[in-house]
């Protein structure tokens, strides 16, 4: 009998309860989530609509500000300094991406091999680098670049070679790369590592009594179903890209290349800040932050993975 | 990490061995992977160790002494990088344990209360809170920097510690974890055992769920306090006081003033030799409390 009258009582209190309380626990992240992301962004959307024009005219006329339409998109886009910037951007990103997850998957799976030496250490010392701001890990590379006080440089003098400087030249892109890298190789190899430890293990067992070895089981088996999490850490490392600005700032009193705009985001500071042109630099953060958002719904869409659950 | 490490049958090995597969090939098999990884072991703390190394020298052994071999500066250089700016290191340092610390704690709070709410509620809205906290997640965080500095210096928040710390206090991604962690860690049958107990929804997420989703909050607060620690744009954009920054733009601008003048270089390097340490040491003691496959375990569903 119980059976039958309780679920009602249950179901009632679950409806009465169920709206009050997940609001309130809402509250504060939905407070700060619209005072910290929704009014900056409409608010940056605003003033990218907006600039100085003059009115009334003649040699008397006075700046103010006013609408302007799609003024600051066309002058950003038009602009070749934004164009170099995001092709120096695009170079940096197809050198970093990669590797950073090529790597991170390698010592994935590497770790997970059965019968490995050192397994535990090497993990933990590829995981450091997590801990190191990237302000710091820009000063330590910098200092390893830089020819007066690099150890390769110091190699090469004794052996009669001249110091090698990858500061300048074409060295620079890989070296600001290789910053970004071995920062982020050791928190992408975790995240795949655990997922790779998520598997259960009798999946591989049956192929290895088929007689797979484990390069075949790490390419036909492990590969696939961590897919979601390199498309996830894939992801990271896009968006990780596009809002590249602190590693070559800090490198920018050791090398005279990395000009005030070598990347947009160094460059919407300057337009914001030296150069005050507010809502050029709105419209700049809005089309990179639209840009993201597009280039990410594009990789979530082809590898249709549901990589975040709720589909 | 450990408690996440599950041991493979022991079975497999014996199978293995077996197998009719001559046995060296599978010793060389482990051998290769062994070595790729001491080398990728290498690459990460070469750079720690050289600025520990660099740490100890002074500024005329740092640029004449081969770079590996410790120097005899360490004392002379500690006591110049805590002199420097009538202690501004040890103030910048201070800051950064207040922005982080706060930050994430309060962070984690947020994230967990919401992350909570998400999961195990079902109310109107949900998925387009969902969403919003899914955008957030995928928007650069970085290029909101700058209009939110515009909106703080209009409410005069600009250049307080406040205009820091509370846009760190929003983290979708720590949102996500922690709807993640509470659709695992939390089953419905206990909530409604302790409702039908009398435990009001107040009283059944602090005394139940909070504490079955302590370890996905010690993950959120790693991941959040780390990330703090490590931001730069933020406070590069709000402060303008010196004596308010975090190690990250202390630091950076010890070197932007240093360029040229050695005796500023030994002083980053120390600096940033200082800087390093505790976040190591807290990352190597606190790892077994990570918890990052709930990264990859929200990818599940």
């Known amino acids: 009998m119980s059976a039958v009258t309780d679920p009602p009582t249950l179901a009632y209190r679950r409806a009465r309860r169920r709206w009050g309380a997940p609001f309130l626990f809402l509250l504060p992240a939905a407070l700060l989530f619209v005072a910290f992301l929704a009014i900056p962004i409409g608010y940056a959307i605003y003033l990218s609509f907006r600039g100085m024009r003059m009115a009334g005219g003649g040699p008397f006329g006075v700046r103010q500000e006013t609408w302007v339409g799609l003024d ?12 170099a910037g995001l092709g120096r951007l695009a170079i940096y990103g197809i050198i970093a991406v990669p590797l950073t997850l090529g790597l991170a998957l390698t010592f994935a799976l590497l770790l997970d091999l059965p019968r490995v030496r050192g397994a535990r250490f090497s993990r933990t010392a590829i995981f450091i680098p997590y801990a190191v701001p990237g302000v710091v890990a820009t000063l330590l590379w910098g200092f390893l670049y830089l020819p007066s006080t690099s150890p390769g440089t110091w190699v090469l003098e004794r052996v009669g070679l001249g110091g090698l400087d990858v500061l300048h030249g074409p060295m620079l892109f890989p070296a600001v790369a290789n910053i970004a890298i071995w920062g982020g190789v050791g928190f992408n190899m975790i995240i795949l590592y655990t997922s790779l430890r998520g598997i259960p293990a009798d999946v591989y067992e049956a192929a290895r009594l088929d007689g797979a070895s484990e390069w075949d089981i790490a390419y036909r088996i492990k590969i696939p179903l961590v897919a979601p999490a390199l498309v996830l850490t894939g992801l990271f490392a896009l968006i990780g890209t596009l809002q590249v600005y602190g590693e070559p700032t800090t490198l920018r009193p050791m090398t005279s290349e990395i000009s005030q705009t070598w990347v947009p985001l160094m460059m919407i500071y300057r337009d914001a800040f030296t150069r005050d042109n507010l809502s050029l630099a709105a419209a700049s953060s809005v089309a990179l932050a639209l840009g993201t958002l597009v280039v990410s719904v594009i990789l979530l869409r082809l590898t249709q993975k549901r990589s975040f659950g709720e589909s | 990490m450990s408690t996440v490490t599950t041991p493979r049958p022991a079975g497999v090995r014996r199978l293995a061995a077996d197998r009719p597969r001559p046995r060296p090939a599978s010793r060389r098999g482990a051998i290769l992977p062994s070595v790729v990884l001491v080398l990728g072991a290498l690459y990460c703390l070469v750079p720690v160790v050289w600025v520990l190394v660099a740490s100890t020298k002074s500024s005329s052994e740092l640029f004449s002494t081969f770079t590996f071999l410790p120097g005899t500066g360490l004392v002379e250089n500690l006591g110049d990088l805590f002199a420097y700016g009538d202690g501004q290191y040890a103030q910048w340092a201070l800051n950064s344990l207040v922005f982080a610390g706060v930050g994430a704690v309060a962070c984690t709070l947020v ?55 509370l846009p760190c206090l929003i983290s979708p991604f720590g949102i996500f974890l922690a709807r993640v962690y509470a659709v695992s860690a939390v089953p419905t049958e206990t909530m409604e055992a302790a409702r039908i107990d009398g435990a009001n929804d107040a009283r059944v997420f602090v005394s139940v769920a909070l504490p079955m989703m302590v370890p996905g909050m010690v993950t959120i607060f790693l991941l959040q306090f780390v990330g703090i620690w490590n931001n730069f744009l933020l406070p590069f954009i709000m402060l303008s006081d010196e004596r308010m920054y975090p190690l990250t733009v202390g630091l950076y601008t010890l070197l932007s003033k240093g360029s040229g003048t050695p005796s500023l270089y030994s002083l980053a390097i120390i600096g940033s030799a200082v800087a390093i340490i505790p976040l190591v040491a807290m990352m190597l003691v606190l790892q077994r409390y990570w918890r990052l496959d709930l990264i990859s375990g929200g990818l599940k569903g």
């Open chain 1, 72 to 83: 600051n998109y066309v002058a950003a886009f038009t602009d070749p300094e934004l164009l």
């Open chain 2, 111 to 165: 994230s967990t209360m919401a992350g909570y709410a998400l999961a195990k509620y079902d109310f109107p809205g949900r998925q387009v809170a969902f969403y919003a906290i899914l955008g957030g997640v995928l928007l650069p965080g970085i290029t909101l920097a700058i209009p939110q500095y515009l909106l703080m210096s209009k409410i005069g928040l600009a250049g307080t510690y406040w205009s820091v710390l």
